[in-house]
Every structure is written in structure tokens, then in C-alpha cells.
């Protein structure tokens, strides 16, 4: 490589850039031709590309991104998007400060997804997200693109599609496989024909899909992913979907093993009633649960639950559920959304704008943004500077 100015010693470049946003290392290209040539390079380079990844997500003074994403409204907002069959996506970027005031700064941002084809609508479309990449899961198609790198892809066509199988799919996620350094998606759903559930696997470095077999019977669950308390999160190497039906139950796939298990939830959340909702979050590494009650599209409390590990044994094992903490936020809120730290929760507040509650001081602090629109999906999102092409792209 060329020499680097400031005689210091490449590796000790390359540590630095390790730690950086995706737009302050592309910045810094400018500051000279060897820095350029060098950022050049490392960019293409997966061991960098992961090591940043990795620095990013465990640096806990970094902001904290999260997309929304209205498709339905951006069909009248903006009825050109969808004359282009483009979504619109909004990033907002809070950051927190440290101060005690009423307000979180944040940023908004918007970018577009890849122009999809005709037959492709985005409000159908379950999305997920891991490292930068997002996926669009259509009932026959399956895409990931990157926005921070323009970059996308239309995958191999699943094994299990509408037209072939009569399949339905009812959940998806894409989550990295760490023990063999792979991306994977899982897709599970109803197969109309044969009148079961049925799922199957992309493996990003094989660039396929396979069918896999499911260990228990989901139809005994009533199998009904319901859009508003069915999209699933991602907690060290396991997926996890909430289940209601004529009772409220939890799925789990382990994406190291490819195995389907059933959690049991708590005895008196199992129960399926009129105005009770329930959300999957992560909290402090481990898989939590919103459980509230709205009246008059209110809710007056939250209720926090936490699994215990021994819970991955799934419906067999022993599984715990312990109740951490009762929410009462001094406004009026619609529903509950994420944890952004270990003690601060994101709020959907009723008057059209989102608020951050703390746990241990009970402050409410409001973002300064405002959307008027229920979001369709909600997720964490980081830039990264992944490709989407697989194969050898993803090794460390």
C-alpha cells in the first residue's frame, strides 16, 4: 500500500477506520491519495468489513439508528413511489447526550430501496434486518439490498413459493450464523396443498436454499402469525416470533442448529383477551416481552417480562418467566416499541410523536421528530459496508 502520512505504522490506520461510522471513513477518503487508496481497499476487504461491524455495534456511545418504514401511507403520500414499486424508508438517528433535558436530539434521513418488479408490492413484504443488510421477503421473492452501499440483489427463487406449493409465508428472519460464518435466512409458512407448515433455509455462502423439517406441530398452536405482535427479533443466534391463536404462545429457531422450538409463556399471558397486547424486545442480551392493555386505543400500563435462559430448551425444558417491572408513563401512550438502552424504552405516544421513558428515573423525554402513521415495520439498523453478493463476501 502507499505510504501513510503522520508516520504511523498501516495497522494502527486500519484500527482507527475500524471504529468509524460508515460516513466519516468515507470522508476521510479525502484527505489524501494514499488514505483514499487505502480506505479503497480495506472497503473490499470482508475481515475489515466484519471487524467494523463488530467495533460499531459494541461501541455504546454510538447513536442509535432504527427505520420505519409506511408503506400503505407512502401509497398516498407519494403515489409516484409506488408507480416505481419503491418504498420509502425514514432512518432516525437518536443521540443520546447524556443531559437531562426534555428533548433527544435526532436526525432524520430518508433513502429508497431498489426499484422492484412490477409484480412485487412493498406492503406485502415481511422485512428483516441484520449488519447493514435488509430483506425483502415476497411470497415467490426474496431480495437484500444495503442502502448504505446502493447495493441489492434478487436471491435464487425459494425452494417453497405460491406458485409451486400453494405456500404462504407467515414469518421470516435473516440473522448471521456465527459459529459458521454465515448469513441465513429462514422461511416458515402454510402450505395450502398439504395443509402444514413448512420451512426452509438460504444459506448466504452457498448461495441456496434447502427445506428443512419441523420438530413439532405448529398447526397445534393454531399457527397465526398476527402482523402486529408477530415480527420477530433476534437475541445471540435465535430468532423468536410471537404465536396468536385461540392462545398466545412464542416460536424459536436456532439459526446454529436449523431447529424449530415452542416456548410456553406465563400461565395468565397464554390467555387471549379483548384489548391485550404483547411485543417481543430485547433487553440487556436476553428476549423480553411488552404485555399491556389499551382502552380507547390508551394504554395505562406495561408490563415487562423476561425469559430465563433455560427457556431455549424450548417447550420440554424447564422455562421461566419472571415479571422485571410494571411501566406507568406520566402520558398518554398507544404502545411500547423497543428498548434503546438497558434502561430506557421507546414509546409510541398518542399524540403522533415518539417518546424515550426511562426505568429508574421515570422521565420522559421526547424525540423531535413526529409521525402521524402507525410505522408497518420498526427495526434497529446500523451502516455497514456488507455486500450482498454472499459467497466468500461474508468470511472474517
Not at 79 to 105: A, K, M, W, Y
Not at 194 to 211: H, I, L, Q
Not at 326 to 333: Q, S
Request: aromatic residues 14%; hydrophobic residues 40%; contains cysteine.
Amino acid at each position: 500500500m502507499a505510504q501513510i502520512c503522520f508516520d504511523l505504522p498501516e495497522e494502527v490506520f486500519v484500527e482507527i477506520f475500524s471504529w468509524l461510522p460508515l460516513e466519516s471513513l468515507m470522508q476521510f477518503k479525502c484527505v489524501s491519495k494514499s488514505w483514499y487508496a487505502l480506505i479503497n481497499y480495506l472497503v473490499k476487504n470482508p475481515t475489515f468489513v466484519n471487524k467494523q461491524i463488530y467495533n460499531i455495534d459494541k461501541k455504546n456511545l454510538s447513536p442509535k439508528c432504527l427505520v420505519f418504514c409506511c408503506p400503505g401511507t407512502a401509497y398516498w403520500r407519494h403515489p409516484e413511489l409506488e408507480s416505481l414499486r419503491q418504498g420509502l424508508f425514514e432512518t432516525i438517528t437518536i443521540c443520546h447526550d447524556g443531559t437531562e433535558s426534555g428533548n433527544v436530539n435526532s436526525a432524520k434521513e430518508v433513502f429508497r430501496l431498489p426499484t422492484l418488479p412490477s409484480e412485487l408490492c412493498l406492503t406485502h413484504a415481511l422485512m428483516s434486518h441484520c449488519n447493514g443488510i435488509i430483506c425483502l421477503a415476497f411470497h415467490q421473492t426474496v431480495i437484500l439490498c444495503n442502502p448504505a452501499i446502493n447495493e441489492w440483489r434478487t436471491l435464487p427463487e425459494p425452494c417453497l413459493t405460491h406458485k409451486n406449493a400453494g405456500f404462504w409465508v407467515r414469518g421470516v428472519g435473516f440473522g448471521y450464523d456465527s459459529r459458521a460464518n454465515d448469513y441465513k435466512i429462514v422461511r416458515f409458512g402454510h402450505d395450502m396443498l398439504c395443509r402444514g407448515t413448512r420451512a426452509e433455509v438460504y444459506s448466504m455462502r452457498r448461495d441456496s436454499w434447502s427445506e428443512i423439517q419441523i420438530q413439532f406441530e405448529f398447526d397445534r398452536l393454531g399457527f397465526k402469525c398476527s402482523p402486529s405482535v408477530g415480527k420477530e427479533v433476534f437475541c445471540r443466534g435465535v430468532f423468536y416470533w410471537s404465536i396468536r391463536s385461540s392462545t398466545r404462545s412464542i416460536i424459536s429457531f436456532d439459526v446454529f442448529d436449523e431447529v424449530f422450538r415452542s416456548i410456553p409463556l406465563p400461565d395468565n399471558l397464554r390467555v387471549v383477551r379483548e384489548n391485550h397486547f404483547t411485543k417481543l424486545a430485547v433487553w440487556n442480551e436476553s428476549i423480553a416481552l411488552f404485555f399491556y392493555k389499551q382502552e380507547k386505543a390508551v394504554t395505562n400500563f406495561i408490563e415487562v417480562w423476561v425469559m430465563d435462559d433455560d427457556c431455549s430448551a424450548g417447550a420440554k425444558g424447564s422455562c421461566y418467566w419472571i415479571k422485571k417491572l410494571i411501566i406507568r408513563p406520566p402520558v398518554d401512550i398507544a404502545y411500547p416499541l423497543a428498548f434503546l438502552k438497558h434502561d430506557e424504552v421507546l414509546i409510541k405516544a398518542n399524540v403522533g410523536m415518539f417518546v424515550l421513558y426511562n426505568i429508574h428515573s421515570h422521565m420522559v423525554r421526547n424525540l423531535t421528530f413526529t409521525e402521524n402513521t402507525d410505522p408497518s415495520w420498526d427495526f434497529s439498523y446500523v451502516k455497514s459496508l456488507l455486500s450482498v453478493q454472499g459467497g466468500n463476501q461474508s468470511s472474517s
